[in-house]
């Protein structure tokens, strides 16, 4: 359960670095499969429902902090198991939790707690995390907020993630007693910290694992179900340039594939029927792969319903020239070999001449590059257009 899929990123060519990091590989994996059921015309429309009904799509919620500090004990919590029932995360006072173990969420769809073996509180520690794997983080403390603390929230930020930050514990700092309670004070003194550590408008909970219906949990358990459809659709989005990105490749990569057989179709079929015909049949081929790669003007549009951005914003992505219908007669030019000089001198003589061989003749080596050189065009272009398509404005 919960073990996703580990892929890599996949590479986007260009790009923000800092956004790159944000993206989690496994929601990248996760539309890339979404999507790659069909062709590149149906993506838009894929990722428009995603975005609109993300009840399906997955949220990795991390819960993160020092050993001890009430992790497992808080995923059985929220997830309202017992602790040491069948199904509960190990807690305990010695280090219970060796490997991040992901416990589905009872009633968000998609939503998996991911109950993590305690942070160490040195530099090295917090930088051997690997935060990209999940999409939003539970930083838990039980005591007071400290340096630990400190390096894991911005640890988080520098990963272009947020989170909630959680004080455990709390039934032990409000023992019953003559002095107030303190539980105010120590909402306010984690706000103060959290701010002075560069976090915006930090959430705060104050929770019991124990005491369930007091203090914060019941809110907790609230805020991430109703904030998880936003998370979800938030992760999507950053994973959007890289999936699409994988996509237009895996199309291309699969055309790539066909090349040479086309290439050979045409010029066999141009050995016994020279001229015009072949270059008329390679422009049809180039056509299909424009149309493969989305680039056509039908599926241009698709996108630009599904994106809101005008057609023509998109359109001005599109460089190749191959993607306008090339001329045949362009396409010939490039794919013959200039006729021989002897043969044309042949050809002068109306005695010698022998009709035929005046005929350019076409290049297997030239035709392959045209079509090679036109589809790796293409692919650049289809990034473009759809990069631009789901940029932010
Ligand atoms: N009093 C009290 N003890 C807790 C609470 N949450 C966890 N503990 C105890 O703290 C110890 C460590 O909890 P655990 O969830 O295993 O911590 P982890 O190492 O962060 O996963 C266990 O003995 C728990 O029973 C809580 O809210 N209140
Ligand atoms: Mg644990």
Redesign the pocket.
């Known amino acids: 359960m919960g073990r996703g899929v580990q892929g890599t990123d996949g590479g986007a060519h260009d790009g923000d670095l800092e956004e790159l990091r944000a993206v989690s590989p496994r929601k990248i994996q996760e539309l890339y499969q979404a999507c790659a059921t069909g062709g590149l015309a149906e993506v838009p429309a894929i990722i428009r429902s995603a975005l609109e009904q993300p009840s399906q799509i997955r949220l990795d919620v991390a819960v993160l ?10 995923v059985n919590a929220l997830r309202g198991v017992g ?1 040491g029932e069948p199904g509960a ?5 010695t ?3 060796r490997k991040a173990t992901a416990y589905a969420h009872p009633t968000v769809p998609g939503l998996y707690l991911w ?1 993590l073996p ?1 942070v160490g509180v040195t530099e090295e520690d917090v930088g051997r995390l690997d935060l990209s794997r999940y999409d939003f983080f539970l930083l ?1 403390a ?1 005591e007071r907020y400290r340096h630990a603390q400190s390096r894991l929230a911005r640890a988080i930020s520098a990963a272009g993630k947020r989170f909630f930050f959680v004080r ?5 700092d409000a023992q019953p007693g003559p002095e107030p309670s303190p539980v105010e004070e120590i909402r306010s003194s984690c706000v103060d910290a959290l701010q002075k550590d560069g976090v915006g408008s930090p959430r705060v909970f104050l ?4 005491l369930r219906e007091a203090y914060d949990l019941p809110a907790l358990r609230a805020a991430l179900e109703s904030d998880a459809p936003a998370l979800k659709r938030e992760a999507l989005e950053k994973a959007i340039p890289v999936a699409l990105s994988r996509l237009v490749r895996r199309t291309s990569k699969a055309l790539m594939k066909d090349v040479w057989g086309k290439t050979l179709k045409s010029c066999l079929y141009c050995a016994e029927k020279p001229g015009p015909d072949v270059a008329t049949s390679l422009a049809d081929t180039i056509l299909a792969f424009s149309i493969e790669l989305g680039l056509d003007e039908e599926s241009l549009a698709q996108v630009a319903k599904a994106t809101g951005k005008p057609a023509g914003l998109l359109q001005a992505e599109i460089r190749s020239p191959w993607v306008k219908r090339p001329d045949p007669e362009q396409v010939l030019k490039l794919i013959t070999k200039p006729v021989p000089f002897s043969s044309r001198m042949w050809s002068l003589l109306p005695y010698w001449g022998r009709g035929a061989e005046g005929q350019p003749e076409i290049s297997l080596e030239a035709t392959y590059r045209v079509l090679t050189r036109a589809l790796a065009e293409m692919t650049e272009d289809a990034e473009r257009m759809l990069h631009r398509a789901y940029a932010k404005e």
């Open positions: 902090g020092e050993a001890g500090s009430g992790k497992s004990a808080l602790c995360a190990p807690t305990g006072v280090a219970t939790t109950d305690g838990t039980s455990t514990k709390v039934d032990v929770v019991s694992s124990l």
